[in-house]
């Protein structure tokens, strides 16, 4: 099994900015796809951000996109969320997750596809 630990979560005001960090015991991680999801309260889960295994492509939910940043480093074993402009709708809990086999595009922010999941990190945006 993979294991994940999400951290870097925290209490920010509207327009600021955070990083998440998933740190995963993934072997060859390149291999793998990656990708962020959150749940609000009384929401269901949504995908955020993925980016695919092998070089692959990156793709962002509209309501991100142009502020958030999904990154990875394989040599580290550990994924990235950059969060710019955060907005009180972006307020959650985020996880991060990782999926081996093949993914097409429209299946990319899709949480059935994924395999192994991080604990969650919660993220509040409120003056």
């Known amino acids: 099994d993979v294991q994940l630990q999400a951290s870097g979560g925290g209490l920010v005001q509207p327009g600021g900015s955070l990083r998440l960090s998933c740190a995963t015991s993934?072997?060859?991680?390149?291999?793998?796809?990656i990708a962020w999801f959150r749940q609000a309260p009384g929401k269901e889960r949504e995908g955020v951000a993925c980016f695919r295994r092998r070089g692959g492509n990156t793709w962002y939910a509209d309501a991100v996109k142009g502020r958030f940043a999904i990154s990875r480093d394989n040599a580290k074993n550990t994924m990235y969320l950059q969060m710019n402009n955060l907005k009180p709708d972006d307020t959650a809990a985020y996880y991060c997750?990782?999926?081996?086999?093949?993914?097409?595009?429209?299946?990319?922010?899709?949480?059935?596809?994924?395999?192994?999941w991080g604990q969650g990190t919660l993220v509040t945006v409120s003056s």
């Open positions: 997750a990782t999926a081996f086999n093949y993914l097409i595009l429209s299946r990319c922010l899709d949480p059935v596809a994924y395999d192994y």
């Open positions: 993934a072997f060859a991680f390149n291999d793998y796809n």
